[in-house]
């Protein structure tokens, strides 16, 4: 019932962005903590930033900061990470979840997660 579908990956050259979406259904989005994640290949889950329920509050990982953004439009059940100057680690599958995922130390994709867009950074 609940539905988390991503959607703005691509490919595009280092330096350039992409803006990802998320559309929620099936539960109450607005009173949601929403992280997204990611996976590149071979690689594990890492968090990537999170927002609080109203949107007040940010969070990002260490090596995204200053580049990424993540907001969200809780009218229309929308999560957002606008993502500038990538880079070629950034390559990776991308997942919108809802809650808070900053201090799970073991990252673990359940039905509150999407399916994920790819986005590669490739020159």
């Known amino acids: 019932q609940v539905q988390l579908v991503e959607s703005g990956g691509g490919l595009v050259q280092p330096g350039g962005s992409l803006r990802l979406s998320c559309a929620a259904s099936g539960f109450t989005f607005s009173s949601y903590y929403m992280s997204w994640v990611r996976q590149a290949p071979g690689k594990g889950l890492e968090w990537v930033s999170d927002?609080?329920?109203?949107?007040?509050?940010?969070s990002y990982t260490d090596s995204v900061k200053g580049r990424f953004t993540i907001s969200r439009d809780n009218a229309k059940n929308t999560l957002y990470l606008q993502m500038n100057s990538l880079k070629p680690e950034d390559t990776a599958l991308y997942y919108c979840?809802?809650?808070?995922?900053?201090?799970?130390?073991?990252?673990?994709?359940?039905?509150?997660w999407g399916q994920g867009t790819q986005v590669t950074v490739s020159s």
């Open positions: 979840a809802r809650g808070s995922l900053r201090w799970v130390g073991v990252l673990r994709r359940d039905d509150y």
């Open positions: 927002i609080s329920s109203g949107g007040g509050r940010t």
